[in-house]
C-alpha cells in the first residue's frame, strides 16, 4: 500500500510508516500542486498538515484513497463530506498539540498584561523607560475568558488557574450542567459577559460561517477596556482590521494572533504596524514535544485504518 505525505512530519514517525507501506515524503510537495495531484495516483492514504487542501479536484485523482491524516486538529483544509461520501477516513490528531497550543496562550496573557518585553532594543541602545514599564499588571486574580471548550480550551484552564486566575468559558455546544464545567471549576458564561469580564479572552473554536468575523468591531468594542485577545484558533475568526484599529485607539492592551485569514499573512495587512502587538506564523500547536506526538498518532491511525480493511473505523473520524 502507498502513503503520500505532501507536508513536515517527524522523521521517526516516518520511518515507522516505511516498515509496513510504501511512502513517499515530500514536505514541499504542498506547494507543486500538479505533482501532488499526480502522486496521489494509485495512493491508498494521504498525510498533511493545514496547507494542503483536500478538495473535489484532490480527491478525484486520489480515486483510491482510503484515509487522509490530518496532522493537526483544525479540518477547514479538508473536504470532510466528500471524504465521507467517498468512504475516505479522516483522521486528526485530537488532543495531541493541546499543551502546546495552551502553553502558548498562557505565555502570551503573562507577555502582553506585563507588556515589558517589547523594548530590548532601546534598553541594549542606552535607553532607560522605567517608569514607563512600571505598571504592567499581574495575572494574579485577573479574569481569563475562554471562547471554545473542548480539550485544549479545558487544559488552558488548568494551566491559568495554576497562575490564580479566574477562568470563565463560553461554548454553546457545551450544556450548562455538562460534567466539563464541574470538574474544571470554570464558569459558562453567555458570550456578552465573557468580553464584559475577561481581562484576557482567548479563541478555541473552528472557523465555520457561524464563526467567521465573530470578533468583529463591535464585539471588540464589548471587550474590557485593556483587555488582550490572543487568537490560535483559525484566520477569519478575528476581523484582522477591526482588530488593529482597536490596538492603535488603545482600546485593547495587546494581542497575539497565530492564525489568518490570508498566510502568509498578506502586504499591506493592518496588523503589519499595529502596537501591543506579538504575530506567529500558525505554530502555536508546534513544539518539540507536540511534533513527535501528532506525527507519531496520525501515523498510528492511518496505519490501522490501512492494515484494518477500514473494519474497524469510521469514515471522517
Known sequence: MHIVIS???????????RRDFDVRFEPDLVDRRA???????????????????VDGEMLAAGRGLKAVGRLGVGLDNIDVVACRDRGIHVLPATGA??????????????????????????????????????????VHGRTLGIVGFGGIGR?????ARGLDMQVVAHDPMLADDDPAWRESGVTPVPLIELLARSDAVTLHIPLTEGTRNLFDASRIAAMKDGAVLINTARGGIVDEAALAQALRAGKLGGAAVDVFADEPLRAGSPLADAPRLILTPHVAGLS???????SDMVAQRVAEVLKSGNQHAHPAA
Request: aromatic share 4%; charged share 25%.
Open 155 to 159: 487544559l488552558t484552564a488548568r494551566l
Open 288 to 294: 518539540m514535544e507536540a511534533n513527535t506526538r501528532v
Open 35 to 53: 505533482d501532488l495531484l499526480k502522486a496521489l495516483d494509485g495512493a491508498d492514504a494521504l498525510i498533511v498538515r493545514n496547507r494542503t487542501r
Open 97 to 138: 498539540n493541546a499543551r502546546a497550543v495552551a502553553e502558548y496562550v498562557v505565555t502570551s496573557a503573562l507577555v502582553l498584561m506585563r507588556g515589558v518585553y517589547h523594548d530590548s532594543l532601546a534598553v541594549a541602545q542606552g535607553a532607560w523607560p522605567r517608569p514607563a514599564m512600571s505598571n504592567g499588571r499581574e
Open 7 to 17: 507536508e513536515f512530519m517527524d522523521a521517526p514517525a516516518v520511518d515507522l510508516l
